[in-house]
C-alpha cells in the first residue's frame, strides 16, 4: 500500500489508546500494550482476526488506558490516526504485555463512541487519503508555492545526513516519489520533535495548515545539523568518523542489552581516546596512539587482540610522560639523612654525598651510575632508598638476580601472546614519575640465554647517551629515561659483564666489623625490630653482650641480615610473653605458669633469675623489661650454631687457616694436609679451580726444593717429601667451590707443618700468593678478609708485603685487636706460622740432632 493512493478505511473501527507516542500517517511505531482494554483490542480483534480490515485499528493519542477494566474510559482525543498493525509479540516478562508494530494509514475524527467495552469501538470519519484529494491536482496547484518550499527545505535537509547510510538514501528517494501531500506526516515523525508538536501536525487537517506548520520544524532542524556540523569541523577529523562508525556498530549486533554493552564499551573507547589526546605523551607516542584507537574502534570487541590493544593504550596513558617529582636536594639534610640511616660505611656515604653534591651544582644527570659492591646485608639496597628519599624522589627496586632474557628488561613485542612491557617501563607506569631512583639490584647475577643477553639491553638502560630515548619493544616508541637516577648493586664486579662494568662507577662497601655490627644492632635494627613487632625498650631489654654473643656464635656473615632475622625471632618470642603475661595478669591465677618443660628447665637454670625462661619473669610487673641473656638466647634460637673452634682444630700438624674471599664477604678457611704411604701423588679435594690446584702444586714444589734447607723429612726421612709417599690436601666447606692464589701460603705453611710435625699458631691467618721462587705476591680482598679474620678471634695475620696499603681502611679498633706480618718471601711467612719462628728452630733442630 503505497502512501500516495486512496485508501478507504471501515467506518467502524476499535481504538488502540497511546499516551506516550504520537502515530502519524505514512510512519511506522512500535508500541507497547499493557493496559486491559489495549490487551483486549489485541487478543480478540488482532490475534483472532482472519481479514485485512480486522488488522485496521484506530491509535488515539494523548489518552492513556486506566490500568485497571473498570475504570470509566477517560476523555478520547477527537482526531487519531488509522493504522494497520504489521507484527504483534507477545511476552511473558516482566508482566504480559503485547508489543505492536503499527503503520499509519490516514487520519480520522471520532463521530461517535459505539461501545466501551471490553475495548472501546467508534464510528468514525476518514479526514484524509480519500479520492478527492489524492486524484485532484487542484489542492498541489494551490498549494504549489508552499509545498515546493516544503520541497526544498525537506532536500536541504537530507541532503545535510551522511548519504553513506542507507535509510538516508532511501529518504533522499521518496521525498521524489512521494506525493507532496504525505511529507509533512512523513517528515515530522523523522526529525526531532515533541509529542506536542507531533500532536499539532496531526490535528491539523488541512494540508496548507499542515505544511506551514512543518516548515518552521523543518527549518529548525537544518539549524540544529549546521550547528553541529560546525563544532563537529572544529574537532579533529578523527572526531568526525567516531560518529560515522557508531550506527555501523549497532546495526552489526541484534539483542539489545549487547547494544548496550557495546555502546558503554565504546563510552570506554571514546574516553581512552580523550585520554590520549589530554595525555602528554610525546607527538610519537601520541601518533601511535591514535592509529592503535583507530583501529580499536573498528575491531570487534571479541577480537583477541581487541584486549591487547586496549591493555597497551591504557598504558601508554598511565606512563608518566611528562610527569616528575621535584627535586629538593640540600647537601647538609642529604648527610643527616645518610647519618641517621646508616652506621659506619663512611666511605660509601662519602661518595654518595659528592656525587649527589655534583649532581646539585650541575643540575644535570649524566656521569657514572653508581655501583655498591659487597656482601649481602650491608646495606647498600638501603643506602639506594636513603638516597631517593633525601632527593625526594620515588624509589623503585628492580631485582635482575637471574635475568636471562632481555625481554625482561625491554618488553616483548607485540606481536607475541602475553607481551607486556619490561622491567624498567613496569617500573615507571609503578611508581607514576619520570625521574625515581631505580635500584637495579643484583647486576652480577644477570646470566645469558638464547633469548639474549638483558646486560646489553642493560647498557642502553644505563648509557646517558641514549637513554633519552629508550624504546621497550612493548611500547614500541621512545620513552625518555634520562631522568631517571639509576643505582646499581652487586655482590662482585667479577661477573658483571665488562661493558656494563665500564659504564658504573664501583664503590666498594666492605663488611662489618663485630664492634660495627652491634652498634648498627642497636642503633637501627633493635628499634626497627621492637616497632615491627609492637614492643616497647619497657618489654625487653638486648645488652650489648647478648648481641655479641649472637654475632659470633649465631651468624657468621659480613653484613647484618642474620643478626636482623635473629633479632626479629627474639622479639617474636618475647611478643608472646609479653601478650601472654598481660593475658595472665588480667587473670589473677598464676598457678599454672611456667608448667610444662620450660619450667623443669628453669628449675636448673635457677642461677640466672633474669631469664626470659625463668618463671619469675612472667610474674613480673609489666614494666620491668624481660632481659634477654646467654640463656634466653639459647632458648630462642637454640644452641649455638658456631663455635670458636679455631683452636680445636689445630691440634695437629697439618692444618693452617687461610682467608678467603667470596662474593658473600671474607671467610676463614682451614686447610688440612696428610701424608700416607704411596707413589708420590698429591690428591686434592675440596672443589678446587684449577688456579687453586696449580697454586698446591707450586707450594709442593717449593717446598721439595728446599726441604733441605728446613729439614723436612717424609715418613721415611728422606729429604724427597714425595718418595713413597702420598699427599692429601683437603679444603673444608667441601661443597663451595674455591679458586684463586690467595691460598698459596696457607698450603706452604700446612705442608710444611705436616712435614715438620710443628704445630702452626693456633691465632694464625694468612693469605698471599706464592712464587716458584718463593716470594708472596699481592691479593686482593684483604679488608674483609682481616674482618673475618676478627671475626673468627683470630690475632696474627700474615698478608703480603705489597698489601700494606690496604690496611688503611681498617678501622683503628679493629688494628688494635690484630698484628700484621708484612711478608715478602715464604721464610717470613713460616717464621711468623709457627711459635718461635720456623726456619731458624729447624736449623737448631737440625744443629741438635748433629750434635
Ligand atoms: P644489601 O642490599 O646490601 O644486601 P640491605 O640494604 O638489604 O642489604 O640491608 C639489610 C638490612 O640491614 C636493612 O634492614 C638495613 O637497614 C640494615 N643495615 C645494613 N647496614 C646498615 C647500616 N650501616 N646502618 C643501619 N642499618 C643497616
Not at 220 to 238: A, F, V
Not at 289 to 301: A, D, N, S, T, V
Not at 611 to 636: C, G, R, V, W, Y
Amino acid at each position: 500500500m503505497s502512501a500516495g493512493s486512496a485508501i478507504q478505511i471501515p467506518t467502524r473501527l476499535p481504538l488502540l489508546l497511546t499516551h506516550e507516542s504520537v502515530l502519524l500517517p505514512g510512519s511506522t511505531m512500535r508500541t507497547s500494550v499493557d493496559s486491559p482494554r489495549n490487551m483486549q483490542l489485541v487478543r480478540s480483534r488482532l490475534l483472532k482476526g482472519t481479514s485485512l480490515r480486522s488488522t485496521i485499528i484506530g491509535v488515539i493519542p494523548n489518552t492513556s488506558d486506566p490500568t485497571s477494566d473498570c475504570d470509566d474510559l477517560p476523555n478520547l482525543h477527537r482526531i487519531g490516526t488509522a493504522a494497520l498493525a504489521v507484527q504483534v509479540v507477545g511476552s511473558n516478562w516482566p508482566k504480559p504485555h503485547y508489543t505492536l508494530l503499527v503503520t499509519g494509514l490516514c487520519r480520522f475524527q471520532i463521530l461517535q463512541l459505539l461501545k466501551e467495552k471490553p475495548y472501546p469501538v467508534a464510528e468514525v470519519q476518514q479526514l484524509d487519503r480519500l479520492e478527492q484529494f489524492t486524484n485532484g491536482h487542484k489542492s498541489e496547484e494551490e498549494l504549489g508555492e508552499l509545498s515546493e518550499q516544503f520541497y526544498k527545505y525537506a532536500v536541504q535537509l537530507v541532503e545535510m545526513l551522511d548519504m553513506s547510510v542507507p535509510a538516508v538514501a532511501k529518504l533522499r528517494r521518496l521525498l521524489d516519489n512521494l506525493p507532496r501531500e504525505a511529507l509533512p506526516d512523513i517528515l515530522t515523525s523523522i526529525i526531532r520533535t515533541s509529542n506536542q508538536e507531533k500532536l499539532q501536525i496531526l490535528d491539523a487537517v488541512r494540508l496548507e495548515e499542515r505544511f506551514k506548520m512543518t516548515i518552521p520544524l523543518l527549518v529548525r532542524q537544518i539549524e540544529g545539523l549546521k550547528l553541529l556540523q560546525k563544532t563537529r569541523k572544529s574537532k579533529q577529523d578523527d572526531d568526525k568518523r567516531v560518529v560515522a562508525i557508531r550506527p555501523n556498530r549497532r546495526i552489526s549486533h541484534g539483542s539489545i542489552t549487547e547494544d548496550e554493552e557495546e555502546e558503554e564499551d565504546h563510552d570506554d573507547v571514546v574516553m581512552l581516546e580523550k585520554k590520549i589526546r589530554t595525555s602528554s605523551m610525546s607527538e610519537q607516542a601520541l601518533k601511535v596512539c591514535l592509529k592503535e584507537i583507530k583501529r580499536l574502534k573498528k575491531m570487534p570487541q571479541s577480537m583477541p587482540e581487541y584486549a591487547l590493544t586496549r591493555n597497551y593504550l591504557e598504558l601508554m596513558v598511565e606512563l608518566p610522560w611528562n610527569k616528575s617529582t621535584k627535586d629538593r636536594l640540600e647537601i647538609r639534610a642529604a648527610r643527616i639523612v645518610l647519618d641517621n640511616d646508616h652506621y659506619a660505611m663512611e666511605k660509601l656515604k662519602k661518595r654518595v654525598l659528592e656525587y649527589l653534591a655534583v649532581r646539585q651544582l650541575k643540575n644535570n644527570l649524566k656521569g657514572p651510575i653508581l655501583c655498591f659492591v659487597g656482601p649481602p646485608g650491608v646495606g647498600k639496597t638501603s643506602v639506594g632508598r636513603s638516597i631517593a628519599k633525601t632527593l625526594g624522589r620515588e624509589f623503585h627496586r628492580i631485582a635482575l638476580g637471574g635475568v636471562c632474557d632481555q625481554s625482561d628488561i625491554r618488553g616483548h613485542r607485540r606481536t607475541y601472546v602475553g607481551s607486556m612491557p619490561g622491567r624498567i617501563i613496569n617500573g615507571l607506569k609503578t611508581v607514576g614519575v619520570n625521574n625515581p631512583v631505580f635500584l637495579l639490584d643484583e647486576v652480577d647475577k644477570l646470566a645469558k640465554s638464547l633469548q639474549g643477553d638483558p646486560a646489553a639491553a642493560l647498557l642502553e638502560v644505563l648509557d646517558p647517551e641514549q637513554n633519552h630515548s629508550f624504546t621497550d619493544h612493548y611500547l614500541n616508541v621512545a620513552f625518555d629515561l634520562s631522568q631517571v637516577l639509576f643505582i646499581a648493586t652487586a655482590n662482585t664486579t667479577a661477573t658483571i659483564p665488562p661493558a656494563l662494568l665500564d659504564r658504573m662507577e664501583v664503590i666498594q662497601v666492605p663488611g662489618y666489623t663485630q664492634e660495627e655490627k652491634i652498634e648498627i644492632a642497636h642503633r637501627h635494627l633493635i628499634p626497627k625490630q621492637l616497632e615491627l613487632h609492637g614492643l616497647t625498650p619497657q618489654q625487653i631489654q638486648i645488652p650489648q653482650v647478648t648481641t655479641l654473643g649472637i654475632i659470633t656464635r649465631y651468624t657468621r656473615e659480613a653484613g647484618v641480615r642474620a643478626l636482623d632475622r635473629k633479632l626479629g625471632a627474639i622479639c617474636r618470642a618475647v611478643a608472646v610473653k609479653v601478650a601472654e603475661g598481660q593475658h595472665k595478669e588480667a587473670k589473677p591465677d598464676r598457678a599454672e605458669v611456667g608448667e610444662g618443660e620450660d619450667c623443669k628447665e628453669h628449675v636448673t637454670e635457677d642461677a640466672k633469675p633474669e631469664s626470659i625462661s625463668d618463671t619469675a619473669d612472667l610474674a613480673l610487673p609489666p614494666e620491668m623489661p624481660i632481659l634477654i641473656d646467654f640463656h634466653a638466647l639459647k632458648d630462642i634460637l637454640g644452641p649455638p650454631m658456631y663455635d670458636l673452634e679455631v683452636s680445636e682444630r689445630l691440634s695437629q700438624p697439618g692444618v693452617a687457616i687461610g682467608l678467603a674471599w667470596t662474593p658473600l664477604g671474607g671467610e676463614i678457611m682451614f686447610v688440612e694436609a696428610s701424608r700416607m704411604d704411596g707413589e708420590g701423588q698429591l690428591t686434592l679435594t675440596g672443589q678446587l679451580g684449577d688456579v687453586m690446584k696449580e697454586s698446591a702444586h707450586l707450594a709442593i714444589s717449593w717446598l721439595r726444593s728446599n726441604a733441605k734447607r728446613y729439614q723436612l723429612t717424609n715418613a721415611s726421612g728422606s729429604f724427597d717429601l714425595l718418595d713413597n709417599t702420598d699427599i692429601h690436601l683437603h679444603f673444608p666447606a667441601g661443597a663451595v667451590t674455591k679458586d684463586g692464589p690467595s691460598a698459596g701460603v696457607t698450603i706452604v705453611t700446612c705442608l710444611a707443618s705436616l712435614f715438620s710435625g710443628r704445630l702452626v699458631c693456633s691465632d694464625v691467618a694468612m693469605t698471599g700468593e706464592i712464587t716458584l721462587r718463593g716470594l708472596v705476591l699481592p691479593v686482593g680482598g684483604i679488608k674483609d678478609k682481616v674482618l673475618a679474620a676478627h671475626r673468627a678471634g683470630l690475632k696474627r695475620i700474615i698478608i703480603p708485603q705489597r698489601n700494606e696499603k690496604d690496611l688503611e681502611e681498617i678501622a683503628a679498633h679493629v688494628r688494635q685487636d690484630l698484628t700484621f706480618v708484612l711478608a715478602g718471601c715464604l721464610d717470613e711467612v713460616l717464621n711468623a706460622a709457627f711459635d718461635g719462628g720456623f726456619a731458624v728452630k729447624a736449623r737448631l733442630e737440625h744443629l741438635n740432632s748433629k750434635l
